[in-house]
């Protein structure tokens, strides 16, 4: 979903948060699964390497639990408590990393994250002067100007002191790339001490400067609604729906306006501001793909705000992509039940139950919530998700129907819904519903949305060509998928399983071998690559791509068939005749050097 942007390159960082990234970096390996119990080891060596193993896999709660071990063995070790402190920190483990921080920065007051963790504590606690002082012994250099800057900002405002807030705020004028960041803080500073002229001015050039970011047309519309700007509030809103439609966020705001409800404030206090300062930071390391980074942020302004929507929403997609699901959940649980995201929150539980191994969980919690939520079609769409990806293919197909249903008449973006239906009838072996739905999401599929055209084009083709039907339509139709996704290896794959079976071989080796160097560990397009190397005579490469595609965990239907051409080859077939009025595509024009 939409967050707020921030522009800044990986430089525009904190260094304090870097060097929190090289105190648990390492090669990254697997993170623990939900059914592992994690045990403290027998020595202290073997605690701190197991909490340095966790830490690379960025298993905060492994990293704590060895981390904790390993200090009550090596109390005096500065190294050891530094990269006990961040993992503490970045497992939520608030108490822990306090007690930790103050034995840092008590042996070196420069500290920068020790000073950083203990001056937001201090915010917490309206201890506003402390905090001050914390931050100016931590914050070195521009890395750390935009966090230290923006934070003792929000430690004037929380004084009282709004003229110091805003002009603390303008030291940042000369950072253009932070322009948008500091209009919108200033906004929301102003605000909060009875401002509404100043915070009027900053929204709009927050606004102006950036006009689809969620959080700066949120705040803006909750300012002007405050105001008794009702129709300039969903004027904003339904701009944004424009660009981003149907975000729960501004369907809630708009619902609440068109019905004549008050819309409170995005933020109301000190503690409220730095919440969203920290939550904006860890958007960009989400962003950026630093997870280290997201994650301490995220849970530093978890604890001034611990039920921040968008923050837990972010951190449950941190750890979606680091795969551990299970706290992925956790996170997703602490939504509050009447936030406008907690919703689609609960459709990424059920996802993340199938993604663990736990199938049925994810049905019985996507029924639940269908149940509950009736006409909610993305509940009905996730459903079918899960269904379709245990290979319950009618079923999802059934599912998918009550979706499509619900819709009344299409629209643009219920291409997907078709789709996924269509996919579902193939694989159900109800090929005429199958081939009416795929050609509907064609047709609904936006040009701008090449991806997503490039796939329908390549399921509906593909379908053709392996039934040996449609041959010459399929062939225009995959060129023209390829053009669209250059670098995808599934729709190569089919573009050269269209040669195979015009009974162009050479051209079909060609195409398959792009195919495999995209997707070398796919067991279909090693095993096309193999049938194209047989029929041009290259029958050891041939048997070794069988191999591989063996090994590559195939279909237990096509693993039959591959074991038997391992064995014996590829029966002789007549040669199908060739498309002569279908070019071979022309070979790539040199790169010049650099290019």
Known sequence: MPTLKLPLARKGLPALMLMAAGLLAAPAVAANTEDEIVRPAQSLEGNYLSAYVAGSARDTEAATIFFREAIQEDPRNQELLERAFVAFLANGSMTEAVRAAERLSAQDPSNNLAQFALAVRSLKSQKYADARSRLTKGARGRQADLTATLLTAWTYAGSKDGKQALATVDKLKNERAFDQFREYHAALIADVVGNPTEAEKRFKAAYEGERNTLQVVDAYGR???????????????????????????????VKALEEGKPLTPLVTNAQDGAAELLYGLGVVGNTQGDELTAIIYLRLGLDLKGDHPLALVTLGDVYERLKQYDKANAIFEKIPKDSPVRPSADISIGHNFELMGRGEDAISHLEKLMKERPDDVEVVMALGNVQRSRKKFAEAAETYSKAINLIGQPERG????????????????????????????LELVPEGLPAGRAQVMNYLAYSWVDQNMNIDEAFKMLTKAVELAPRDGMIIDSLGWAYYRMGRYDDAARELEKAVELKPGDPTINDHLGDAYWKVGRKVEAKFQWDHAKSSDPEQEELVKILKKIDNGLEEEPKPAAAENVPAPQPEAPKKNGG
Do not use: C, M, N
């Open 223 to 253: 300012f002007l609604a405050k105001r008794g700007r009702k129709d300039e509030a969903l004027k904003i809103y339904q701009a944004f729906d424009e660009v981003a439609p149907r975000h729960p966020i501004v369907r809630a705001a």
């Open 414 to 441: 219920h291409w997907i819904l078709y789709f996924y239906r269509g996919t579902s009838y193939e694989r159900a072996k109800q090929w005429d519903k199958a081939e009416t739905d795929l050609k509907k999401a």
